[in-house]
């Protein structure tokens, strides 16, 4: 195809090998994420009910890549110019997908405490492991995560060339954990398509949220942990473990 036969072509979008995010736009997003916060409804995705397999199928029907309590700041980024941005840019918990660059946590207090917590436990589990937070991982043509803390055994083998888990050339690592506040539970379940994806070699991948403070002071943490299916990678990607914590609990957690 030529470029005269390309700009002609309403559906072809080009994506832009530079960006910049002012202070401005990173404020607003962040303003507009606080009052999502503010309105969260702590009963999203969880129900203490029995799920029914028509709901799973129809949740199965839904866009795998629904961020939900996101703030779109810009698009038809490229792969190579978000991780560009990343080397220099400010430090902001932010995804790109399918060439959207999207913000969807506020790290306050709360979110720092527990990711914090979880990396610190992951950093005693063995002295031959190697614990990292904040990292680029990669995982489509044109996606890439920040997950709050990942691990991985020391010596693992150089990954093939277009399989890198960053620009560095580094190989995946085995765990990676996610912690959501403001993030929902929808979006964090929507991330294990993409973390145990073909294109990636993750395992493991676990997701933490954090609900808002109830009226009575309590708050409840719910774990969601996934394993990547070898034996059926084309399978419905579903926690193979849900486990409620803190102050507040529920019982017999369901997610659809």
Not at 31 to 58: A, F, N, P, S
Not at 182 to 200: F, I, N, P
Not at 208 to 235: C, H, M, Q, W
């Amino acid at each position: 195809m030529n470029a005269s036969e390309t700009s002609s072509n309403p559906s072809v979008q080009t994506l832009k090998t530079k960006f910049r995010l002012t202070s401005k736009v990173l404020d607003s997003a962040r303003e507009k994420l606080l009052e999502l916060l503010e309105k969260e409804d702590t009963e999203e995705l969880v129900t203490d009910r029995k799920v029914t397999q028509e709901e799973i199928d129809e949740e199965e029907e839904v866009t795998v890549d629904d961020l939900e309590n996101g703030i779109i700041v810009t698009r038809n980024i490229s792969l190579d110019a978000f991780l560009k941005y990343r080397e220099t840019g400010p430090t902001v918990k932010m995804s790109l997908l399918e060439g959207k660059v999207i913000v969807h946590e506020v790290q306050l207090g709360s979110h720092a405490v527990v990711a914090g917590e979880i990396v610190g436990q992951m950093k005693i589990w063995h002295n031959y492991l190697m614990v990292f937070s904040g990292r680029n991982v990669i995982v489509g043509r044109n996606d890439s995560f920040i997950p709050d803390g990942s691990i991985q055994p020391q010596g693992l083998p150089q990954p093939p060339a277009g399989q890198e888990c960053d620009k560095s050339g580094w190989p995946y690592p085995t765990v990676v954990v996610e912690v959501g506040l403001s993030e929902g539970v929808k979006s964090l379940h929507s991330k294990a398509r993409k973390y145990l994806s073909q294109r990636t070699t993750i395992q493991v991948y676990i997701a933490v949220k954090i609900f808002s403070r109830r009226r009575d002071g309590t708050r409840a943490l719910i774990a969601f942990v996934y394993e990547r299916a070898s034996n059926n990678p084309g399978k419905p990607v579903r926690p193979v473990l849900v486990k409620s914590f803190g102050s507040h609990t529920y019982q017999n957690i369901e997610v659809f």
